[in-house]
């Protein structure tokens, strides 16, 4: 399997850094082949331009500016997300990604009868997210609702292919996370990317 890994995070000796390294060993120690896209270090500019704004609405949008991001979106079998929660939501240059790459053409495709939104990226077969919250479970889930697996979940993931498999892993509670915890839920991610 095709995978990229999309990571987000601006510091190298992050825990989440450490899960991606994690995440692309683990995948490549078991035969696939991995496109890791470190956003930060690529220096991805997450503000939209002004003429992929003016072009958005429609079928005809400027992929210019991002057209090897699209290039590969368009390609892979997989994609695994991985990435801090901050403010119960993806921090603003992964934010930036979905907003520039996740465009029209590209994920999605506009049906001129109605307007409705046809998904493009069938070539997806996995979709996964290794995340992180500050936050404790029930904080998230009960005081949030749970805001950024829906957007991930419900928003992106039906615009890949109908029978897409997915995950969703997450260390809730790392600010007051141990190093017991970390090294648990660096296995469960392990053992969970060895079944891919």
């Given at each position: 399997?095709?995978v990229q890994v999309v990571y ?23 035969g696939h082949n991995v496109v ?161």
């Amino acid at each position: 399997m095709l995978v990229q890994v999309v990571y987000c995070h601006p510091l190298r000796d992050s825990y989440d850094h450490a899960l991606f390294r994690t995440i692309v060993e683990t995948l490549e120690s078991n035969g696939h082949n991995v496109v890791a896209t470190d956003l930060y270090r690529e220096g991805f500019q997450p503000a939209m331009t002004e003429s992929e704004r003016r072009s958005y609405m429609g079928n005809d949008y400027d992929t210019t500016a991002i057209a090897d991001y699209a290039k590969t979106l368009r390609q892979v079998d997989g994609l695994i997300l991985c990435f801090p929660h901050w403010w119960f939501s993806m921090p603003a240059v992964l934010k930036g990604w979905v907003d520039r790459v996740w465009g029209p053409g590209i994920a999605f495709t506009y049906d001129r009868k109605d307007n409705h939104l046809e998904p493009a990226l069938r070539n997806i077969k996995l979709f996964g997210v290794v995340t992180s919250y500050g936050s404790s479970w029930s904080i998230v889930h009960f005081f949030a609702g749970n805001a950024g697996y829906k957007i991930l979940m419900r928003g992106m993931k039906p615009l890949c292919s109908r029978d897409v498999r997915s995950f969703y892993l997450a260390h809730y509670n790392m600010d007051r996370s141990t190093e017991r915890s970390r090294h648990m839920f660096m296995e469960k991610v392990r053992r969970r990317l060895v079944r891919i």
